[in-house]
């Protein structure tokens, strides 16, 4: 069982009333958990619990995700959000001090220290909202996930030929497209039909509502087909999935084939997952695993511009 949602006071400003007012109709949709209210949500169930939570107004994508997965009306739902954000933005009367002789400190002295102060707080408070976070490669970081298949933990810098699945860094790469490329996540499923690989990664910080997923995807080819241009193909899902308490919830998958010439590109809206700590990539076979050479590369978690 869930734990309790501490009580709110609609009564204590917008933002509360506007969390109130969220936990009012997941009631009415029959009060389900955040872990199956986040399967309808495709939004992760610890972003739905915070939305609800009163402590800040939820971004717009998490507000709809939560109003949609309870069966609202969006579009209602939506001018209310704004209405609320822009509240919160809209600038404060100046306070007028009283010149009250309450210290020795000369007037001018305080004064400006206070308007040092303010000018410093407000200054900081800009650059934490402004400054955008840090890119994260997952390519870089693919040593040191968690790998697995079917058949149980799959070693980093296994051999490609490891009947369990492989995974391993590759350097000039040659694929399906016809390019070379630098650094590439080989990722082999387990040689089974519907065999599949996956990675658990641990993030250095935690995604942001700007990030956007990043990347492309694609089959290598062999040296011969390389220079020939014969692909041979195979066919795989290539997944993501972010992982918190509910379990892991999907946030993308794409379906390739190896004789295409085509290597799909990822780019995918994050800000429904803000908080998360860990993402799972993972590539599925289907009938047949045995040309299932998949790569990924330039895959990063980045702030969009």
């Not at 308490?245 to 295409?260: S, T």
């Amino acid at each position: 069982m869930g734990r309790r949602e501490a009580p709110l006071d609609a009564s204590d400003g917008p933002v509360r009333a506007f969390a109130s007012d969220l936990r009012e109709l997941r009631r009415a949709a029959g009060n389900p958990p955040y872990r199956s209210l986040a399967t309808r949500a495709y939004c992760s169930a610890s972003a739905l619990a915070n939305a609800a939570s009163g402590k800040d107004l939820p971004s717009l994508n998490v507000t709809l995700a939560y109003v949609r997965a309870c069966g609202g009306d969006v579009e209602a739902w939506e001018r209310r959000w704004h209405e609320v954000n822009a509240g919160l933005t809209r600038p404060t009367a100046a306070v007028t001090v009283p010149n009250r002789a309450v210290s020795k400190t000369p007037r001018w002295r305080w004064v400006a220290g206070v308007t040092g102060l303010v000018v410093a707080v407000g200054g900081f408070l800009l650059l934490r909202e402004s400054a955008p976070p840090a890119p994260v490669d997952l390519i870089q970081l693919a040593e040191k996930a968690s790998w697995r298949s079917g058949q149980g933990a799959v070693a980093w810098g296994s051999g490609t030929r490891v009947q369990a699945g492989s995974a391993n860094l590759a350097l000039q790469a040659p694929m399906e497209s016809g390019v070379r490329v630098g650094r590439v996540l080989a990722t082999h499923p387990q040689w089974v039909p519907q065999g599949y690989l996956e990675g658990d990664f641990r993030l250095p910080r935690p995604v942001d509502r700007r990030d956007r997923l990043v990347g492309t995807v694609g089959f290598f080819v062999d040296e011969p087909g390389f220079a020939t241009g014969l692909r041979v193909g195979g066919e795989v899902d290539f997944s993501v999935y972010v992982l918190d308490e509910a379990g892991p919830q999907r946030v993308h998958v794409v379906r390739d084939v190896g004789n295409d010439w085509r290597t799909p590109r990822l780019d995918v809206d994050m800000s429904a997952y803000e908080g998360a700590t860990k993402l799972r990539i993972r590539v599925d076979a289907g009938d047949t695993a045995a040309q299932d050479w998949a790569g990924w590369w330039d895959l990063r978690l980045e702030p969009r511009e």
